[in-house]
C-alpha cells in the first residue's frame, strides 16, 4: 500500500493509443487479478475472464469509435477505461480498474466521472457495463455512482453471472431526486 501522501495533484487522464496497449494490458490484468483470486477463477475454469485478457484480445478492440483512456501519475499508467461508441447515443465502459496499490484513493470515481462526462461530450447519453453479478461490492460502487441495474446473464464459458448495468442523465437525476427525499425523510434537511 501506498503511503497516505495522496498523489490527486499528480494524477492526471489521458487519451491513450495502440503504443500503450502493452502497458495498459498489465494494468487490467494486475487489476482484476484480485476479482480473479476472489471468486477462485483461472486460466483453466474461466479463461474468458479479464485478468487473463490477451494483448492481441484488446487489440482486437481498437477500432473507430473507441476510447482508451489511461489514469497516470508522472506518465505511469495505474488505471484505465475504455469506451466504445455503440451508436444511438450508448457508449459501453469496459476494463474500468486501478492497480490495488492506488485503490481506496478516489481514483476509480476520478475515472468513471471522466467517463461519464467525456460520453456527453461526444454526443451520448448511456453508458453500459458488464461486471460479475456476485461482487456485490462492486454491483453497490456503480449503484452509489448513478448507475442502475438492468438485468443479468449466464454465459456457458464465465464461472459467473454478467450483471448489467447503465447509466444516463436521466438516472442521476431520479438519483439524486430519491437521495434527496430519503434525506428529508430521515431528516437530514431541517
Keep these: ?3 497516505d501522501f495522496k498523489f490527486q495533484d499528480l494524477v492526471e487522464i489521458q487519451v491513450l493509443t495502440a503504443e500503450h496497449l502493452p502497458d495498459y494490458a498489465g494494468v487490467i490484468r494486475k487489476s482484476f487479478a484480485t476479482v480473479a483470486k476472489d471468486f477462485k477463477l483461472t486460466k483453466e475454469n474461466c479463461p474468458g475472464h479479464t485478468s487473463f485478457v490477451t494483448d492481441e484480445r484488446l487489440s482486437s478492440e481498437i477500432m473507430d469509435g473507441y476510447y482508451p483512456f489511461g489514469l497516470c501519475i508522472d506518465k ?29 484513493y478516489g481514483y476509480g470515481k476520478k475515472l468513471l466521472d471522466f467517463c461519464k462526462t467525456k460520453v456527453k461530450q461526444l454526443g451520448g447519453s448511456k453508458i453500459t457495463i458488464g461486471i460479475v453479478e456476485e461482487s456485490t461490492v ?5 449503484a452509489a455512482n448513478g448507475f442502475i441495474h ?22 442521476t437525476t431520479t438519483f439524486i431526486h430519491k437521495q434527496n427525499h430519503i434525506e428529508r425523510d430521515n431528516g437530514f434537511f431541517m
Design 76 to 104: 505511469k499508467i495505474i488505471g484505465f477505461a475504455s469506451l466504445t461508441d455503440m451508436g444511438g447515443e450508448v457508449f459501453e465502459m469496459k476494463n474500468v480498474s486501478v492497480l490495488p496499490e492506488y485503490r481506496h
Design 138 to 142: 462492486l454491483k453497490d460502487w456503480y
Design 1 to 3: 500500500m501506498i503511503n
Design 150 to 171: 438492468t438485468g443479468t446473464k449466464k454465459f456457458n464459458q464465465l464461472q459467473f453471472t454478467v450483471g448489467f448495468m447503465e447509466w444516463s442523465e436521466a438516472s
